[in-house]
């Protein structure tokens, strides 16, 4: 029975994409402005829980809790396996997203024999393409690092951040660096490397005003400032001074003065992170600020419908997310919040007391790591029908570069 799921998805998917190619009139130009948004082990599970959250906070069951992007015209289904792995990680599944190949898990923007692989964002900016590469975890965590790096190991932070000048991009933000003086503490301050080779490295809005007018920047939150961001920590905290929303507007407002096409790839990194732990409300938040970000590109999008694509996907999901339980057909999102917010949003409960929590909310959590079901992708605008239907994960590149 299990076996015939993913068939029926894509029977289901490809009907909608024949339909959606019937009332979309074939164009050839070009999309001048992409937006790849890409949710770290949001499954459609994920989705959906925080959807009803929504339906929750407005009361309702359903219906008006409606994410942004899952409003989006079309939508696809794509497979996430990696080379040697049906589960795959998110280097693997970055590196795919990234380049359109497959490689092993662990390994980054390569070949499992050490073949480098080329991001199509270097072929972009070949193009004229300003870049903008953005997450709300480190700059040098896997899923950005996909998109400029090469390493034998997600895991060499150091030796990827080295990586950044060669690339000659416009625009990165994120958390901060990973590793900041190596894994042993003994090398230079890496900030210093890399602006010593023509990049700006500012530490919170403050000095980032002070500093915009620089031509190739990398925006980090203050409180990282000449030190290891943190790995995996997923506790609310109020010295995250620059939302992720914050960053893709601040990478529009960069772009959009000189009126040249752009690229800008924006993970929510950390929805992964709370997955793992199976922290179900810290989750809904993750989710929600990912959707926020992705407004501001569809708020960008509504003034150039013409000329912009947007494209919503994750790179696997996390924690075999299930929306159902044994203790009845209801979710008691008024628990999981009131628990919540009386911890002052804190991760505080220990791993069995956040199990109890989710069972008696009806809310299953299978696993701490990856599960390999195919996640969802949605897209509006210019090309945006070619995500319809049922595809695997090194197609998307593919169908943004045909989108472009």
């Known amino acids: ?42 499954g459609q599970a994920q989705m959906a829980a925080t959807e009803s959250y929504l339906a929750y906070k407005n009361g309702e069951l359903g219906g008006i ?54 991001s199509y964002t270097y072929d972009l900016k070949d193009k ?15 899923t950005p ?117 752009f690229f800008i790839m924006a993970e929510g990194g950390t929805i992964d992170w709370a997955s793992h732990d199976n922290r179900t409300m810290s989750m809904t938040e993750k989710v ?6 992705i407004k501001e590109a569809y708020e960008f999008y509504l003034a150039h419908p013409d000329e912009t694509l947007i494209v919503v996907t994750a790179d696997h999901e996390t924690g075999g997310l299930t929306l159902t339980d044994d203790n009845g057909e209801m979710f008691d999102w008024e628990m999981l919040e009131d628990s919540w917010e009386k911890a002052d949003k804190q991760d505080v409960l220990s791993d069995e007391e956040n199990a109890g929590l989710n069972g008696k909310a009806n809310i299953g959590w299978s696993s701490t790591g990856h599960s390999g079901i195919p996640v969802p992708v949605y897209a509006i605008g210019k090309g945006a029908e070619k995500f319809s239907g049922c595809y695997d994960n090194t197609d998307i590149s593919k169908k943004i570069m045909l989108a472009e």
């Open 1 to 42: 029975m299990k076996s015939t799921i993913f068939p029926i998805i894509c029977i289901l998917s490809a009907m909608l994409a024949i339909n959606s190619c019937n009332n979309a009139a074939p164009d050839k130009t070009q999309a001048k402005y992409i937006f790849l948004f890409i949710g770290d082990g949001m």
């Open 65 to 118: 809790g409606r994410l942004s992007f899952t409003k989006f015209p079309y939508t696809g289904m794509a497979t996430t396996y990696s080379a040697n792995k049906s589960i795959t990680c998110s280097s693997a599944a970055g590196t795919a997203l990234a380049t359109g190949r497959k490689t092993n898990n662990h390994v980054l923007g390569q070949s499992p024999d050490g073949e480098p692989y080329r």
């Open 128 to 142: 004229g393409y300003r870049i903008g590469i953005i997450s709300n975890v480190p700059v040098n965590h896997a």
């Open 145 to 261: 690092a996909s998109f400029y790096a090469h390493a034998a190991s997600r895991s060499d932070y150091y030796e990827i951040s080295l990586q950044i000048p060669d690339t000659g991009f416009d625009f990165f933000a994120g958390d901060g660096f990973l590793d900041f003086n190596g894994k042993k503490g003994d090398k230079e301050d890496i900030d210093s490397i890399i602006e010593s080779k023509g990049y700006t490295v500012s530490y919170g809005m403050t000095e980032y005003e002070a500093e915009k007018d620089a031509e190739k920047i990398i925006l980090c939150q203050a409180a990282n400032k000449k030190t290891a961001s943190k790995d995996y920590v997923v506790e609310h905290t109020e010295d995250q001074d620059i939302s992720l929303a914050e960053m893709v507007e601040t990478a529009i407002d960069r772009f959009k003065a000189d009126g040249k096409p």
């Open 288 to 293: 929600l600020e990912l959707d926020a970000a």
